[in-house]
């Protein structure tokens, strides 16, 4: 198998679009999901660390992700780094991973449907988004 290599700019942009998507849709799904962790705005924000230093973790695991799957596109070989494979990966990399992974956790912690499918879309969101955008840029 011949790697076709990796577009490190696309990595940085793949994870900023992914992050960017994160704060609509978590905005736009903000008050069904506080409803469904069961806990206030200020309960949440009294029990986990500041927002700058979550924020920041979140960026640089999306940034990780972005690396990851971009070397997975990569290992497709040379003129295989497109948009369809990059959806392509990102879809089955939720779907064999992500996916059951948060569904399993959820579930042993008793967490809500509507909880996991909100933070279920948001993840099948970052990779697809990632994809697109890795397989976009390709390797220029």
Not at 18 to 37: D, E, N, Q
Not at 72 to 101: D, E, K, M, R, Y
Not at 124 to 130: A, M, R, S, T
Request: one cysteine or more; proline letters at 3%.
């Amino acid at each position: 198998m011949i790697f076709a290599g990796l577009n490190l700019l696309a990595v940085v942009l793949a994870a900023a679009a992914s992050f960017l998507f994160g704060g609509v849709w978590y905005g736009a799904l903000s008050k069904p999901w506080l409803t469904s962790l069961g806990k206030s705005e200020a309960e949440l924000k009294a029990s986990t660390a500041p927002i700058t230093v979550l924020l920041l973790l979140t960026l640089l695991a999306e940034f990780v992700m972005a690396w990851v799957l971009a070397n997975l596109v990569g290992h497709l070989g040379p003129g295989q780094v497109t948009v369809s494979n990059g959806l392509i990966a990102g879809g089955f990399c939720w779907l064999g991973f992500v996916g059951p992974t948060l569904a399993i956790n959820n579930g042993y912690q008793g967490s809500s449907l509507t909880l996991t499918l909100i933070d279920a879309g948001h993840w099948l969101g970052v990779l697809l988004i990632q994809g697109a955008v890795i397989g976009w840029m390709g390797l220029r």
